[in-house]
């Protein structure tokens, strides 16, 4: 009786040795998975990441755009508004990248996907001047302007970090003070444009017509 305890006792434990290392073996596994995903997890760039990345390459673009105003545009208020452009997008440039160097993002990383398709719009006005430049410029700054401020202003409403928030609160300003100076150029070469169109005599026709209907 005894013999046979001593032999089930053996094989018990020669049963919970030999299952262990399975055990352990799927333990490994499973915590090298969860470590997997965390770190799949970890690497993907939040929304306040993703809204630096993306207003460092959109500051960048306009920059290149007020460079491309004071180089190709006809008007005087256009060459201006490009240097404005330069001077202020080159500021907050500067600032989001002391931001993004404390907190240790890398913009580059987004930009890199993005940068062909942004840069469409340098490629198409760099080969216009003048007139066609100025109306053309006009036009695509009131649009990249416009949503420009809508970016902005979601993250100042909605991102979750108070340093980056507080930076896209301290452009909005300069965002919409930008719109407002685009609308005013776009809306003048509009007028112009007008102008220009209208056929010879139409003014006078007009005039003549008015005269009369008044009499």
């Known amino acids: 009786m005894k013999k046979t305890r001593i032999i089930l006792g053996a094989l018990l434990i020669t049963g919970l040795v030999s299952t262990s290392p399975l055990r352990a073996e799927t333990s490994d596994s499973d915590t090298s998975s969860t470590s997997s995903k965390l770190s799949t997890k970890s690497t993907r760039p939040t929304a306040d990441q993703k809204f630096m990345q993306e207003a460092a390459l959109g500051g960048l673009q306009e920059v290149e755009m007020g460079h491309l105003a004071e180089i190709h545009g006809q008007s005087q208020a256009v060459k201006d508004f ?49 007139a066609d430049f100025d109306k053309a410029f006009a036009s695509h700054m009131v649009k990249d302007h416009e949503m420009d401020i809508k970016k902005f202003e979601h993250q100042a409403a909605k991102g979750t970090d108070p340093e980056i928030k507080a930076f896209a609160e301290k452009c909005l300003p300069t965002l919409r ?8 150029l776009d809306e003048s070469h509009n007028a112009r444009a007008a102008g220009i169109n209208e056929p010879a005599g139409a003014s006078t026709t007009t005039r003549s017509t008015e005269t009369s209907t008044t009499k």
């Open 82 to 130: 490009g240097r404005k452009l330069v001077e202020d997008h080159g500021k907050a440039n500067d600032e989001l990248n002391q931001l993004a160097k404390n907190k240790g993002i890398v913009l580059s990383e987004l930009a890199g996907t993005k940068k062909g398709k942004q840069s469409d719009a340098d490629q198409h006005l760099a080969k216009l001047a003048g």
């Open 177 to 184: 003070e930008h719109l407002a100076a685009a609308k005013k």
